[in-house]
Nanobody, 124 residues
Framework: QVQLVESGGGLVQAGGSLRLSCAAS????????MGWFRQAPGKEREFVAA????????YYADSVKGRFTISRDNARNTVYLQMNSLKPEDTAVYYC?????????????????WGQGTQVTVSS
């Protein structure tokens, strides 16, 4: 079992940047593929980005490709989401999730462990 705690959310103006962090504990972090998801009010949770357990491959939603970067530091048991050129439509609660398989999936049902979420608000 792994516990996940997100941090780094906040209020930012359009065009600005934020860096989210997700600290993991409880198990061998390097054996989990990690994903970031987001959920806006009244909408379903959607895939944002994911990274394989070794960090060798990354995947992005089309809506964030070229603006967001996912990375991980297995020595620090942490996964990051660097968000640049933020838009008001990026406003949501952002969640990190863990999956104990190397294969990355975009469906949130494929992830067993979830953090509590961190709010990101982008003003226009």
């Amino acid at each position: 079992q792994v516990q996940l705690v997100e941090s780094g959310g906040g209020l930012v103006q359009a065009g600005g940047s934020l860096r989210l962090s997700c600290a993991a504990s409880g198990h061998i972090f390097s054996t989990y593929s990690m994903g970031w998801f987001r959920q806006a009010p009244g909408k379903e949770r959607e895939f944002v980005a994911a990274i394989t357990w070794g960090g060798g491959s990354t995947y992005y939603a089309d809506s964030v490709k070229g603006r967001f970067t996912i990375s991980r530091d297995n020595a620090r048991n942490t996964v990051y989401l660097q968000m640049n050129s933020l838009k008001p439509e990026d406003t949501a609660v952002y969640y990190c999730a863990a999956r104990r398989q190397e294969l990355v999936v975009r469906n949130p049902t494929g992830y067993r462990y979830w953090g509590q979420g961190t709010q990101v608000t982008v003003s226009s």
